[in-house]
């Protein structure tokens, strides 16, 4: 099993700042790399794929980078809206997929 | 875009089977560049892949539920469902369905989700 572990668990940021959410995988995972946006008592919503490449809908001022074991999601001024928990996911190995713990992303 | 909808009781004695269905509505799930799939949630926890299936017939289930999970689609129906059976209360969470292009899985479309509890 392919473990991901995100970090921080939460991190305060006032809006218009820069965030800067980290996922490391416990061995390579290519570019095969998922990023979700969820909002208290919805789906999670799919932000980033192939580690890098915004889903559509994604605003430009989220941005993905990393390959291999270690990646970022970066959220380049937040708005009020982008105040949630992202999950990263890794999408390389079947057996199985597995998710990060997770990041609440919060007002600061 | 398609809209996925679950269904199935709220409520699941211990050791008995969850059965969920997934009525997809605005799409086909015949399209050969979709995987679809099952993720739960326990409540204020993290999200857990339970398996996924395309309508061909060809299945990816998590091997830490592998024995205990099947998956399967009913294209007359429109529709994909998942059991999984000898449940406890750790089963206990949000179940939802989801769609993603065929390929590394990255679910685009996803249901709303909906609380199954195990408790007798």
């Known amino acids: 099993e392919i473990v991901m572990t995100q970090s921080p668990a939460t991190l305060s940021v006032s809006p218009g700042e820069r965030a800067t959410l980290s996922c490391r995988a416990s061995?390579?995972?290519?570019?095969?790399l998922v990023w979700y946006q969820q909002k208290r008592g919805q789906a999670p919503r799919l932000l980033m794929y192939?580690?890098?490449t915004r889903a559509t809908g994604t605003p430009a001022r989220f941005s993905g980078s990393g390959s291999g074991t270690d990646f970022t999601l970066t959220i380049s001024s937040l708005q009020s809206e982008d105040f949630a928990v992202y999950y990263c996911?890794?999408?390389?190995?079947?057996?199985?997929?597995?998710f990060g713990q997770g990041t609440r992303l919060e007002i600061k | 875009q398609p809209q996925l909808q679950e269904s199935g009781p709220g409520l699941v004695k211990p050791s008995e089977t969850l059965s969920l269905t997934c009525t997809v509505s605005?799409?086909?799930?015949?399209?050969?560049?979709?995987?679809w799939g099952w993720i739960r949630q326990p409540p204020g926890k993290g999200l857990e892949w339970i398996a996924s299936?395309?309508?061909?017939?060809?299945?990816y289930d998590n091997p830490f539920l592998r024995s205990r999970v099947t998956i399967s689609v009913d294209t007359s129906r429109n529709q994909f469902s998942l059991k999984l059976s000898s449940v406890t209360a750790a089963d206990t969470a949000v179940y939802y369905c989801?769609?993603?292009?065929?390929?590394?899985?990255?679910?685009?479309?996803w249901g709303p989700g909906t609380l199954v509890t195990v408790s007798s």
């Open positions: 605005g799409g086909s799930i015949r399209a050969e560049t979709y995987n």
């Open positions: 192939g580690a890098s």
């Open positions: 299936v395309h309508y061909s017939g060809s299945t």
């Open positions: 061995q390579s995972v290519s570019s095969n």
């Open positions: 996911q890794q999408s390389n190995n079947w057996s199985p997929i597995t």
């Open positions: 989801a769609r993603s292009y065929i390929g590394p899985w990255a679910p685009g479309e």
